[in-house]
């Protein structure tokens, strides 16, 4: 392997990574806090992809300029959050916080699955492809090879203002600080006035959100179809369960460490690249089955 | 008294039997993608089948008789489909099956039509060893296979870019990504055999991203990359690669691609080649002034909203054939509306036409169905890329002879056979 191929992928690595983080800080934001695997979180990024895509299409046909598709990702991800993520949490989870862990796995994998079905009702079985956003930033040629300014330095630069800003807003802010008291001890929180249900409300919105936001900036690199939510919790769950359930900086390097052994593989054994995440994830466990930086101590983030 | 009952039965009997024999309505099943990535395939397949049914039916049925057909959806996993298909062969009174897109799926429901004894079209999948490797006697199938939809698009490759040196691969990581190179690649290094293989990609079914491959391609410089991808991974992949200029610098072999042209939109650049799975195309050039194929084009667009892609076609082969096989055994019955047997009887050396050019059935039950290969062009009238220079081939010259298997047919072909295959030439 050249030095040339070498950058070459590891660009590629960085590029796949930062869109794999963005979804599963979500994911490991809510299991951090509310002790929930939540299976929905694939049909979330889904249809973050999906209104997206509808949004920034209606713009276009009402001639508006590209540009635009920026914030309606933005749109959309909140969207998926207060429509998607609140009565989600409101109405189902609330009931089975209590409940054993098989029970809470089956009701969001429900919720997963009916969201599905609801994704072939409204949007149909056809592909989509809306690629304005990503066209609208040009390509940049490193080494000879083309790469979009989009996935080589967007959506690198977006991960890491969320990893920044999710660690600032946890630990500086007073709503953050809110989180963190309910997530070491609930009922301590609650015995010196903290609403723990609305903290839970809260979290839930903004991880359901962020796999909006997941799924709205995935959208211009891929066809939206059926199924892309199965695939993408799949790989989100490998990357948050080999970082352990809830570390937030853990799932950036366990993200970067997936991507990074993908695309490496595609350059020197492609026959190997889909293995190479659950191979990680595999040597991982066997070694540290509480993930790379999971403790069995209270504290989930 | 008891003679006279007895006579007076004995001289109604012919007519009651003559009667009761011609039933209520045929009754097709049809297994087809409803749900997951296929039904991109197969939603078009089910809406050209209620078209094509309406049709059959307004003008009178087949011989009389209406036609009514129900779905089976393929997505619904192997269990599932075995038993519903079971269910509508058996107490569901189906006479004629028509199964199935996926090729595992034909694989399984082939000795199941057979253990029915229930006559089955296979009507749109790809694999050639059905065929090559069993004998059937209620299978037949109303399209081509794998092997001439690749030798098509190799002998295409070769006609219209004879001296490229590289090529890379990128197929989707199952049965028909592997099997399709499997016969494209010994099929190109029989006929052209200096041209070296540069790369060989297979990313998983349903990859969202094929950024990393692409930029292994860039810097791998190959001259041809042949995918034979389709769906959301086809369009997937020709975006991100027309996205990063890939297109540009290398020439793309796309075998399905027809199916795929109004969604890619204008990411398909103009000099690609582009493939049918048979002779399908919404302007087949020789068909595209034909009073029934204009009518039936603009009943599906105004249904659907969209230009008919090739399952669409494999549909109306499948009805066809139906049409046809059931008005021959009728006339050789006499008129009179045919058994089983006399069906299977008919269905030696059928010829049907759908909305391509006729298709007959081989001895070995294989459908022997022109190819058509073209090259993608941008010019304007279409919001999408449609096709230039068109060559369909004549179906039986590409296809394995009756009892020889493929791979090792093709493995024994040289650079003569590029100009044995029949082909008429189109420019647009």
């Known amino acids: 392997?050249?030095?040339?191929?070498?950058?070459?992928?590891?660009?590629?690595?960085?590029?796949?990574?930062?869109?794999?983080?963005?979804?599963?800080?979500?994911?490991?934001?809510?299991?951090?806090?509310?002790?929930?695997?939540?299976?929905?979180?694939?049909?979330?990024?889904?249809?973050?992809?999906?209104?997206?895509?509808?949004?920034?299409?209606?713009?276009?046909?009402?001639?508006?300029?590209?540009?635009?598709?920026?914030?309606?990702?933005?749109?959309?991800?909140?969207?998926?959050?207060?429509?998607?993520?609140?009565?989600?949490?409101?109405?189902?989870?609330?009931?089975?916080?209590?409940?054993?862990?098989?029970?809470?796995?089956?009701?969001?994998?429900?919720?997963?699955?009916?969201?599905?079905?609801?994704q072939r009702l409204v949007w149909g079985t056809r592909p989509y492809f809306e690629a304005t956003a990503l066209q609208a930033l040009g390509n940049v040629t490193v080494l000879g090879v083309t790469y979009t300014v989009y996935q080589l330095i967007l959506l690198p630069a977006v991960a890491a203002a969320l990893l920044l800003g999710m660690r600032f807003f946890l630990r500086h802010t007073i709503i953050g600080k809110l989180i963190l008291a309910t997530t070491e001890d609930r009922e301590a929180a609650q015995s010196i006035g903290i609403d723990a249900d609305k903290v839970f409300l809260f979290t839930f919105i903004v991880g359901a959100a962020l796999a909006g936001l997941?799924?709205?900036?995935?959208?211009?690199?891929?066809?939206?179809?059926?199924?892309?939510?199965?695939?993408?919790?799949?790989?989100?769950?490998?990357?948050?369960?080999?970082?352990?359930?809830?570390?937030?900086?853990?799932?950036?390097?366990?993200?970067?460490?997936?991507?990074?052994?993908?695309?490496?593989?595609?350059?020197?054994?492609?026959?190997?690249?889909?293995?190479?995440?659950?191979?990680?994830?595999?040597?991982?466990?066997?070694?540290?089955?509480?993930?790379?930086?999971?403790?069995?101590?209270?504290?989930?983030? | 008294m008891k003679t006279w009952l007895l006579t007076a039965l004995c001289a109604a009997m012919p007519l009651t039997a003559a009667a009761a024999d011609k039933p209520a309505s045929l009754k097709v099943g049809m297994t087809t993608f409803l749900t997951g990535p296929a039904s991109v395939f197969g939603v078009p397949a089910k809406n050209a089948a209620e078209i094509l049914v309406e049709t059959i039916n307004a003008q009178g049925g087949i011989g009389g008789v209406p036609v009514e057909v129900s779905f089976i959806d393929e997505g619904a996993g192997a269990e599932t489909l075995t038993s519903e298909y079971r269910r509508l062969a058996e107490s569901g009174g189906a006479d004629v099956m028509f199964a199935a897109i996926s090729s595992g799926n034909c694989q399984t429901l082939a000795p199941l039509a057979e253990d029915l004894k229930v006559i089955n079209f296979m009507w749109d999948c790809g694999t050639q060893k059905i065929f090559e490797e069993h004998s059937y006697k209620y299978v037949f199938r109303t399209q081509a296979n794998a092997t001439p939809e690749m030798l098509a698009a190799v002998i295409y490759l070769l006609k219209t870019h004879p001296d490229f040196k590289t090529?890379?691969?990128?197929?989707?990581?199952?049965?028909?990504?592997?099997?399709?190179?499997?016969?494209?690649?010994?099929?190109?290094?029989?006929?052209?055999?200096?041209?070296k293989v540069v790369g060989e990609f297979f990313p998983k079914f349903g990859s969202p991203d094929f950024s990393t491959e692409i930029s292994r391609l860039q810097a791998l410089r190959p001259d041809v990359i042949l995918s034979t991808n389709w769906g959301g991974d086809l369009d997937t992949f020709v975006q991100q690669a027309a996205q990063r200029g890939l297109m540009n610098s290398s020439t793309f072999v796309l075998p399905l691609a027809e199916s795929s042209l109004e969604r890619l939109g204008s990411s398909l650049p103009s000099g690609h080649i582009v493939g049918a799975r048979g002779d399908h195309y919404f302007r087949h050039p020789?068909?595209?002034?034909?009073?029934?194929?204009?009518?039936?084009?603009?009943?599906?667009?105004?249904?659907?909203?969209?230009?008919?892609?090739?399952?669409?076609?494999?549909?109306?082969?499948?009805?066809?054939?139906?049409?046809?096989?059931?008005?021959?055994?009728?006339?050789?019955?006499?008129?009179?509306?045919?058994?089983?047997?006399?069906?299977?009887?008919?269905?030696?050396?059928?010829?049907?036409?759908?909305?391509?050019?006729?298709?007959?059935?081989?001895?070995d039950h294989q459908g022997i169905e022109a190819q058509l290969m073209a090259t993608s062009v941008q010019t304007g009238d279409h919001p999408f890329a449609t096709l230039e220079n068109i060559m369909i081939f004549d179906g039986a010259d590409i296809t394995a002879p009756v009892g020889e298997v493929s791979v090792d047919w093709i493995g024994g072909l040289d650079a003569s056979f590029l100009d044995q295959v029949g082909v008429a030439t189109y420019a647009d």
């Not at chain 1, 949004?55 to 635009?68: D, Q």
């Not at chain 1, 695939?231 to 799932?251: K, P, R």
């Not at chain 1, 366990?254 to 190479?276: H, K, N």
């Not at chain 2, 049965?175 to 016969?183: E, F, M, N, T, V």
């Open chain 1, 214 to 301: 997941g799924g709205a900036l995935a959208s211009p690199t891929t066809s939206i179809l059926p199924g892309m939510g199965a695939d993408m919790i799949v790989l989100s769950f490998a990357v948050v369960a080999t970082a352990g359930l809830g570390q937030i900086e853990g799932a950036a390097l366990c993200a970067l460490m997936i991507g990074l052994g993908r695309s490496f593989a595609v350059y020197v054994w492609p026959e190997a690249a889909t293995l190479v995440p659950y191979a990680i994830m595999v040597a991982v466990l066997s070694v540290r089955p509480q993930g790379l930086f999971g403790s069995s101590s209270a504290r989930k983030i």
């Open chain 2, 286 to 363: 020789e068909r595209r002034d034909d009073d029934a194929f204009k009518d039936f084009m603009a009943r599906y667009e105004e249904k659907t909203g969209e230009i008919s892609v090739y399952p669409v076609f494999h549909t109306a082969q499948a009805f066809a054939a139906l049409q046809a096989v059931y008005e021959k055994a009728i006339a050789a019955n006499g008129g009179d509306w045919p058994d089983e047997d006399q069906v299977l009887a008919a269905m030696a050396g059928l010829e049907f036409q759908g909305l391509g050019r006729p298709v007959t059935i081989r001895e």
């Open chain 1, 1 to 118: 392997m050249t030095p040339t191929l070498f950058l070459l992928a590891l660009f590629d690595g960085i590029a796949y990574a930062a869109l794999v983080f963005i979804v599963a800080l979500g994911l490991t934001l809510i299991f951090g806090v509310m002790r929930i695997l939540n299976i929905a979180h694939g049909s979330l990024y889904a249809i973050g992809a999906y209104a997206t895509v509808s949004l920034s299409g209606w713009a276009l046909a009402m001639g508006l300029a590209p540009i635009l598709a920026f914030p309606l990702m933005l749109v959309s991800a909140v969207l998926v959050g207060l429509l998607l993520g609140g009565p989600i949490e409101w109405l189902l989870l609330r009931r089975i916080y209590d409940k054993p862990e098989v029970l809470q796995l089956l009701v969001t994998f429900a919720v997963f699955m009916i969201l599905e079905d609801v």
């Open chain 2, 167 to 195: 090529i890379a691969v990128v197929n989707q990581d199952y049965a028909w990504g592997r099997d399709s190179w499997d016969i494209f690649r010994t099929a190109l290094m029989a006929m052209k055999p200096d041209v």
